[in-house]
T-cell receptor
Framework: GAGVSQSPSNKVTEKGKDVELRCDPI?????LYWYRQSLGQGLEFLIY????????KSGLPSDRFSAERTGGSVSTLTIQRTQQEDSAVYLC????????????FGPGTRLTVL | GDSVTQMEGPVTLSEEAFLTINCTYT??????LFWYVQYPGEGLQLLLK?????DKGSNKGFEATYRKETTSFHLEKGSVQVSDSAVYFC???????????FGTGTSLTVIP
């Protein structure tokens, strides 16, 4: 497929557990973004990767959240010691850094922390 | 800092009614502007965009004009359909770096 893919599509976990969410961007897209969409809310920026540059982590809500991007492609968002307020849909998007600049979004991972 | 403010919803319209969803922005320089749409149960997808002042983006009967003088990018459609029911997000891409800023979304329901 040519689009952004994310896995898992749904994740239910218990409070205090760690979770890993995966994003496969569109091939050739150098920019990758993670957002959080809580129920009835807009998109909350979490982190942004651009090529080999240091990521922009300014949106991460706490030090329990981290992300990495290996080989400039696949990214993993890790949430440690999950809390109930972490329940949300986590969206990944990728884009080129020239041309139209628009972001292409994945379907999201719905995280539920019990 | 850069930001986007859009009309709060929810908005409910009858089929064939005229739609306007207001969006204003705050940014330095000349950002690119976007409208994204999220249909029920689906991911966000680009609806239209404009990359410079006075540009008009259009798609699927929707239009939005980049107005620098009023820092606005209002979304309009002359005759909505039930299939337009979705959440609409206004967004900007800063002209320095690749940071995107999204509005909080406006939920539209079109009733037959």
């Amino acid at each position: 497929g040519a689009g952004v893919s994310q896995s898992p599509s749904n994740k239910v976990t218990e409070k205090g557990k760690d979770v890993e969410l995966r994003c496969d961007p569109i091939s050739g897209h150098t920019a990758l973004y993670w957002y959080r969409q809580s129920l009835g809310q807009g998109l909350e920026f979490l982190i942004y990767f651009q090529g080999n540059s240091a990521p922009d982590k300014s949106g991460l809500p706490s030090d329990r959240f981290s992300a990495e991007r290996t080989g400039g492609s696949v990214s993993t968002l890790t949430i440690q010691r999950t809390q109930q307020e972490d329940s949300a849909v986590y969206l990944c998007a990728s884009s080129l850094t020239s041309g139209g600049f628009e972001q292409f979004f994945g379907p999201g991972t719905r995280l539920t922390v019990l | 800092g850069d930001s986007v403010t859009q009309m709060e919803g929810p908005v409910t319209l009858s089929e064939e009614a005229f739609l306007t969803i207001n969006c204003t922005y705050t940014a330095t320089g000349y950002p690119s502007l976007f409208w994204y749409v999220q249909y029920p149960g689906e991911g966000l997808q680009l609806l239209l965009k404009a990359t410079k002042a006075d540009d008009k983006g259009s798609n699927k009967g929707f239009e939005a004009t980049y107005r620098k003088e009023t820092t606005s990018f209002h979304l309009e459609k002359g005759s909505v359909q039930v299939s337009d029911s979705a959440v609409y997000f206004c967004a900007l891409r800063a002209n320095t770096g690749n940071q995107f800023y999204f509005g909080t979304g406006t939920s539209l329901t079109v009733i037959p």
